[in-house]
């Protein structure tokens, strides 16, 4: 049996074009012109005004935080439920994440509990649009506007995604996206940080290239200090490949998740990834919650027996070490705790076969029941 991965990247003849011809022309001046292409492709695919390529989804987070002018003495409201990065990079600039726990019926942070979080010191909300689902932004836009704190939207998973029919990475003052191996769209590492605003968008560019003090010429002069975060060329000319076929890529997740719902809706162990009547999801990866954590850890190891690889659900960041300071986080943090621990995110390849599909399902079923 042929091993079946969690993700592999779809990457055809035409993504090897480009790479090879970025590697040919891509030097000097040259390697300019790729980059400004894939970011203004990418911010008319998402339809902001600006988009600011990065090294990888954390930098262009952390180039996002800074340029909000977030730092030491703040917060910044972060999902339990997501991946590190989110925590991280508040912790980078000198902040620190205060955390809120998941809606129950999608698995997004749940609105109704976002004000708990907040206080005087709270400067932004980051919502994260986990596995795919959007989260609900009207409610969490009206929060931050009668707080006045900003948004930071992380569609670090959800590239395509739309909330009641809009992008979702257009709702925040910045969206910020990872080019990773296994998302969906994918330059290796890459990342990108969208926004409307003009002085936003130059001060990431700024930010990338050690806070340089003009963009156009290369005096080596500096007005704070910086990164180095910038994407390279390869990745670009990639990014500017992959993204013309991303409405096929959507397209088969979308299928992919309607053959698992069909083959596991009739199991009452099993909870089936949420889609609210609001969202149209991109199903990064398509997760289920089987009925606890034993069980959920048992169907993980009897897949791998058989070649097929899976992932744990994020365990709640507040549980981490670097966090653990949030003390009541089993009880506060619940929900989220609880997907970590009965969540799998099963294989959700642009290849894979409603066969494949029924093994994996029949390999599940076998160990629930
Ligand atoms: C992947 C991911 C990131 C980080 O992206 P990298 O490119 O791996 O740095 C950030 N946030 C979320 C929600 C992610 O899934």
Redesign the pocket.
Known sequence: MKPIYVIKPFIDESDVRAVTDAARNGWGGGARKYIKQFEEDFAKYIGTKYAVASM??????HLALVALGIGKGDEVVVPSL??I??ANVVRYTGAEPSFVDSHPDYWCMDPEKLEESINKKTKAIMP?H?YGHPCDMDKIMKIAKEHDLYILE?C??SHGATYKGRMTGTFGDIS?Y???GN?VLTTG???MSNTNDEKLCEDMMKLRTHGVSSLTKSNYEFDRVGYNYRMTNFQAALGSSQLRKIGKVIAKRRKVAQMYKKHLKDNEKITLMPKMKWANPVYWLYTILVDHNENRNRVMEELKKNGIDSRPAFPSIPLQKPYINHKKYVDTYRIAYDIGRKGINLPSSYNLTDADVGRICNIIESVVN
């Open positions: 990888n989804g954390t930098a262009a987070l997501t991946y990065s989110c994260v986990v992380d670090a998973e910020c990872s080019f990773f998302k590492e890459g990342g």
